[in-house]
């Protein structure tokens, strides 16, 4: 079974611009989270998904905003970057329950380096 | 001070040893135990979860979660070269969704 896959995995942008990432769960898999993984606050959650609704977000500004797709693929979008927001985003894949105890899984990674 | 907290390291041991890896954290509603592998560059690999107190092995890994103490821990029996990573501890709760709280990591090296 294949596993969690992100795209892109690196992207470079400048400050202001905007950026989309792309999370595509395992097969069957119903929920998807966010993650952003930085070297001084280290794993922070962002927002979780299930069935396309968001059902817990962390404490990040409305500059963070994501969605999710009938197909269960979700999709993060950073407006107006700014230079903190360097890091490594990255999804997690759990269940197809929807109990909060599954498993999550985590894919590679996209890491954002803003200019 | 944060909910979780786990010792950064690095810790640096030799192949074959026993490694202890250990978290405290402050919020009792946490329920579920996770531990997850890092390595450099590349994104956290589920190893060990536990749900509420106790023990779980698996191969040579071996999660302990004391719930009363609000501590867990990770033992790596017969650590290898390969087991050089970032080891981070992460929890939940009932209230919390799939929100993951996650300690800061420890650096593991293990000398061939």
């Known amino acids: 079974k294949a596993g969690v896959t992100q795209t892109p995995r690196y992207l470079i942008k400048t400050r202001g611009q905007q950026v989309t990432l792309s999370c595509s769960p395992i097969s069957g898999h119903r929920s998807v989270s966010w993650y952003q993984q930085t070297p001084g606050q280290g794993l922070q959650f962002l927002f979780e998904y299930f069935s396309e609704t968001q059902r817990n977000k962390g404490n990040f500004p409305g500059r963070f905003s994501g969605r999710q797709f009938s197909n269960s693929r979700s999709e993060m979008n950073v407006s107006t970057l700014e230079l903190g927001d360097s890091a490594l985003y990255l999804c997690a894949s759990s269940g197809t329950s929807g109990r909060v105890g599954d498993e999550q899984f985590f894919g590679p990674g996209t890491r954002l380096t803003v200019l | 001070q944060k909910e979780v907290e786990q010792d950064p390291g690095p810790l640096s041991v030799p192949e074959g040893a026993i490694v202890s890896l250990n978290c405290t954290y402050s919020?009792?509603?946490?329920?579920?135990f996770m531990w997850y592998r890092q390595y450099s560059r590349k994104g956290p690999e589920l190893l060990m979860y536990t749900y509420s107190s106790g023990n779980k092995e698996d191969g040579r890994f071996t999660a302990q979660v004391d719930k009363s103490s609000k501590y867990i821990s990770l033992f790596i029996r017969d650590s290898q070269p390969s087991d050089s990573a970032t080891y981070l501890c992460?929890?939940?709760?009932?209230?919390?969704?799939?929100?993951?709280?996650f300690g800061s990591g420890t650096q593991l090296t293990v000398l061939p």
């Open positions: 919020n009792s509603a946490f329920q579920y």
């Open positions: 992460a929890m939940s709760g009932p209230g919390s969704a799939r929100q993951l709280t």
